[in-house]
């Protein structure tokens, strides 16, 4: 199973030196349990550490598990439009965690999604995994998996061969001939930047890269350097325009958000907020601030198209919610994820605790975006096509608004029906939804 596939949405900010954080330690147990330590730091460092009630009368005991104890500190978060505004504080393994930031995953490399009820697709698929390495394509239809029909009518038994570690997979590729590919559980590292590529729409060089998460090797540093490559490469070809893919980014580090910005963003933002992170007033002294940053191959632009949907969250609004007051940010698809929260991993005997720490705030003061953000332009996920091709229907959308100058939603954009959203929710595996900032010093 992926690593990926373990997680509800979250937003993290990374422990550097926590132990100066006191545990509360009103009515713990004598013996150290998981449970007490986990509400202890909720009640020290939770955004909404007021609405707590005191450990005797909430009895972490009583829980079953830690988890659960997280699940019911996300009850005393405001109750907004029907839902808890904390969907997210949990605890977890550290070993689990730590493959995580790492990129690292065990799976077959390959996620999918229907379009109709007797057409199911390849959505995504990374390249250093077992699909990836035999060729699948994201588009291809996929006929069979281990001789069930790949249809709607199938779900319940097409979820049961897609978490077993062999899978013979009949594909159909776009020219109607077809593949048989053995595919297994491999571990591989996720690639994070995807399918550069280069327009040219009325004379202008247009930019445009799937970017699937803010995480990476080496608290990130990989995938900033992956970011400059891509960047260099359109500093020299002199784009002048960027669509950039983060439909299915959850986030991921802090800094990667922050530096993606600075190669974003006019030279007029250098210096200013990108975004400051508000903590509850007992660590009020620790808020800090990031301003954006001049780097030598920004492409300084004045605005950006963002491919977004639900799959959207985190680090990645983070980055829309710090660009939209310094340019002009046109968003394509659907509403994202909303989750303008963090936290700070505290490492607690074997695993990490996440209780939500910090709010996110963009240089206006704008944080509240638990609904997420609507977009421009509705847009379904054109599963038919590959990511980067101008005829996929988002691509095509965004290339059209540079074209054009025009962006108009429709009420009549394809949508897919609730059944067949419904067994894609079941069928597709959860993503992360993270932002990772480093805690400040003497915390």
Partial sequence: MSYKTKFLAIVFISFVGLASCKKNTDAVSATPDLRDSVYAYSQDIYLWSDNLPTASIFKPLSYPTADSVMKKVRTYSPFVNGKYQDRWSFVIEKSVWDNVVSGNSIDTGAEYGFVADTDLRVKLVYSQSSAGTQGVKRGWKVLKFNGVDATYANISQL????????????FQKPDGSQQTTNLTSVA???????????????????GYFAFDSFLGSNNGKATTDELDKVFNDFKDKNVTELVLDLRYNGGGYGSV?????????????VGKVFVSSVHNK??????????????????????VSIIVNKGTASASEELINGLKPIMTVKLIGNTTHGKPVGYYAIPTMNR????????????????????????????????????????????KSALDY?????????PNAQRINTSLQNANDKITKERMKVTVFDLPRGM
Avoid at 257 to 269: E, T
Avoid at 359 to 369: I, L, P
């Fill in 352 to 395: 990490y605790v996440f209780p939500v720490a910090v709010k996110n705030v963009n240089s206006v003061g704008f944080s509240d975006f638990f609904e997420g953000f609507a977009v421009d332009k509705v847009q379904s996920d054109d599963i038919t096509h590959d990511l980067g091709d101008p005829q996929e229907a988002c691509l």
């Fill in 159 to 170: 979820n049961t061969e897609l978490k077993k570690a062999s899978q013979t997979v009949i």
């Fill in 402 to 410: 540079i074209k054009t100058g025009v962006l108009q939603s429709s």
């Fill in 257 to 269: 958000s922050s530096y993606l910005g600075s190669l974003i963003a006019p030279a007029s933002a």
């Fill in 282 to 303: 007992r660590y009020s002294q620790y808020n800090r601030t990031d301003n954006f940053k001049s780097l030598a191959n920004s492409l300084k632009l004045s605005r």
């Fill in 188 to 206: 591989y590292k996720s690639d994070y930047v995807m399918n550069s590529k280069v327009f040219t729409i009325n004379g202008n060089n247009v």
